[in-house]
């Protein structure tokens, strides 16, 4: 959930650092003097030590981690001057190992390493491109976003953050739809506003509270969807599509005061004849989240037999009764609450947490047709097959036990 950070190491040991890494001496260009600050590159982050001693850490976690654990974007290979990866999940745990390897390396405590600024986001796996989603951004809180690398990056700049949302999965050339939502902060006073001073208080808590911020901030957003029917749509509502999808009629046309208004209406119209791409993104933000703060990366699940699928023991941190598919017998709590089946939503959970049971979900419930399709794919035809399974059994109950026939207990009675 955290990826670019400027970190403030207060009191650390400078000598010892510089004689742990190798530093270099900035040299001006113009004067050929030798700058007061020395910097080195630590696995895609800059560490400089200024003559003063004030020790600063930038540059993106996520990247370092990865880096660590030589995990790479899946076309590094054909990227000249490669920057490091962060398209993948980024856990709690993930995050904290970062922390500890962090005060190893300065030799100091959390409270010792305060946030400055810091990039707080979720990567998230979708089930359709992208580029449609990004296409129909109009504005945030009142300004226009603004789109860079080939309209992959829409960003929107206030004064106290920026609010971004990207294409990762464009970005690393990735086998899979990512699209990242991301808040920038720049101003301190919203870090106080989650409870993040330092890298002590990174934990499950402040980070229920970025989600809630970062749900905020993605509900700000005014979203045109293209997945709109406009076969279906009366002549009117044709008119009020066309202007609805120009981001300057909304800034440039309509008065503040009246924005609400069409708001609704535009609302009503997604909600009516599209796909709704926002609420889809709103829900794996959610779902995204709920893995990240997750206290272990893969939960001691298994699987109780090969013809029905199911769970021994919970995830022992849920409190919530656990909801188990009706066909798959599968743990489904991480769903909406009145899931019955397995659905998109839990088959990309245990994608990304617990291959072992989606791999055996896959085995019973995707055709041979589609073995060798993408992952977008294979999650929609199993979903559509557990669906069908549910329906064929209700049909063949229905067969079995007609309304108007009487059970045993009744015939008893």
């Not at 190491?9 to 003097?33: C, M, P, Q, Y």
């Not at 945030?140 to 976003?145: S, V, W």
């Not at 709109?228 to 009020?240: F, V």
Request: aromatic share 10%; glycine share 4%; charged share 25%.
């Amino acid at each position: 959930m955290i990826d670019y950070t400027k970190i403030l190491l207060i009191e650390v040991d400078t000598k010892r650092l510089l004689n742990r890494l190798e530093f270099k001496t900035e040299v001006s260009e113009k004067t050929g003097e030798l700058s007061t600050k020395k910097v080195t590159i630590y696995h895609f982050c800059k560490v400089t030590v200024y003559g003063s001693g004030v020790t600063l850490f930038t540059g993106s976690i996520h990247k370092l981690y990865n880096s660590l654990k030589e995990i790479k974007a899946p076309n590094h290979k054909r990227i000249k001057q490669y920057k490091g990866f962060n398209g993948n999940q980024f856990t709690l745990n993930n995050i904290l190992e970062v922390r500890k390897h962090l005060q190893n390396l300065f030799d100091c405590t959390p409270q010792q390493m305060a946030f400055q600024n810091i990039e707080l986001g979720v990567n998230n796996t979708l089930l359709f491109n992208p580029k449609l989603y990004l296409k129909g951004l109009l504005y945030h809180k009142g300004i226009l976003f603004e789109y860079k690398y080939q309209n992959n990056l829409a960003q929107a700049p206030h004064q106290r953050f920026i609010f971004k949302i990207y294409n990762k999965s464009e970005q690393y050339e990735m086998n899979k739809y990512v699209l990242r939502v991301e808040l920038k902060i720049i101003k301190t006073e919203e870090l106080k506003e989650i409870g993040l001073t330092t890298f002590t208080d990174v934990n499950i808590h402040t980070f229920d509270k970025v989600k809630e911020m970062l749900l905020k901030r993605f509900d700000e957003v005014m979203h045109y969807d293209y997945t709109i029917n406009k076969k279906s749509l009366t002549n009117k509502e044709k008119q009020l599509s066309n202007n609805y999808s120009n981001p300057r009629y909304w800034i440039n046309d309509l008065q503040p005061n009246l924005r609400y208004r069409h708001k609704k209406r535009l609302l009503k119209i997604t909600e009516k004849y599209s796909d709704n791409l926002h609420q889809k993104i709103r829900q794996e933000i959610i779902t995204e989240c709920s893995m990240i703060n997750r206290l272990s990366e893969n939960p001691k699940c298994s699987i109780i037999n090969s013809s029905s699928i199911g769970l021994i023991t919970p995830h022992p941190h849920l409190k919530k009764p656990i909801k188990k598919c009706a066909i798959t017998g599968v743990d489904i709590s991480m769903q909406k609450k009145d899931s019955i089946l397995l659905s998109h939503t839990g088959l990309k959970y245990y994608f990304k947490t617990d291959k072992k049971i989606f791999d055996e979900v896959k085995r019973k419930y995707l055709s041979d047709k589609w073995a060798n399709s993408d992952y977008t794919t294979q999650i929609k035809e199993i979903a559509h097959n557990i669906r069908n399974t549910n329906s064929n059994r209700n049909i063949k109950q229905k067969r079995l036990y007609p309304n108007n026939q009487k059970q045993l207990f009744e015939i008893s009675l």
